[in-house]
């Protein structure tokens, strides 16, 4: 099966440009070029809103996702709101608690969807991961917005990392049919390899930011999203921009 990765849009609530960029634009560019590939599927990876969840930019996206016709499932970033999206998004699907964490079943293969919202996995979560993988058959693909690793991204890794990412990290090196994990956050292109886990970072189709750099600076990449084709235990991925 095909699924985009689709993260950090930072849509504003009144269409405003964010940095001088046309932030609703590059959603479209990005979702025109994405329904060219034909997937199966679209996450939406966190950062859906501008600042704070504001719900009119929830709204606009729903509104322009309304023209395709691909399932669309989201998480929460740190600049979102979950119980709304959960509102606007998924008033199909029982999620119980306050946090956007979910699973699904698609051609085969099991997803999980862990909210990263507080910037922090706290332990009832951190339980319901655990309890979640060993309910589950195959080698499920973990999706969250912040990674559960630094990433040598200088700005990102030392001021807006995950906060508790080394007990997220020992909790997942427990789990071994978790090999994939996709993230965002930190606007840029990159592979991680740790401890037999691989993790993917998809750039951001609102700017780049460079990894090189201790200052935040942007980078010189257009906007961008991740394909990925995988097949039970096999997962090939590239990334697209536009």
Known sequence: MRIAHFTDMHITEDGSRLQDIDVRKNFNDVLDDIQSHNPD????????????????????????????DIPVYPIAGNHDDPSLIKSIFLTRMEIKGPYLDY????????????????????????DWLQNTVSNLSGFPILFMHHPPQLCNC???????????????????KSLPTIKFIFCGHYHTEKTIQVDDRTIFLTPSTFLQMSPDNDKYQVDTHPPGWRRIDTNKHVCETSVRYI
Request: no cysteine; net charge negative; glycine share 8%.
């Open 41 to 68: 599927l679209i996450i939406l990876g966190g950062d859906l809103a501008a600042k704070a969840g504001e719900k009119g930019a929830y709204l606009w996206i729903h509104e322009q996702l309304k023209r395709i």
């Open 103 to 126: 699973t699904l079943d698609s051609h085969g293969q099991s997803f999980i969807f862990l909210d990263t919202a507080n910037s922090y996995v706290n332990q009832e979560q951190i």
């Open 154 to 172: 200088q700005f990102i890794d030392r001021r807006y990392p995950l906060i508790n990412h080394q007990e997220v990290w020992d909790v997942i």
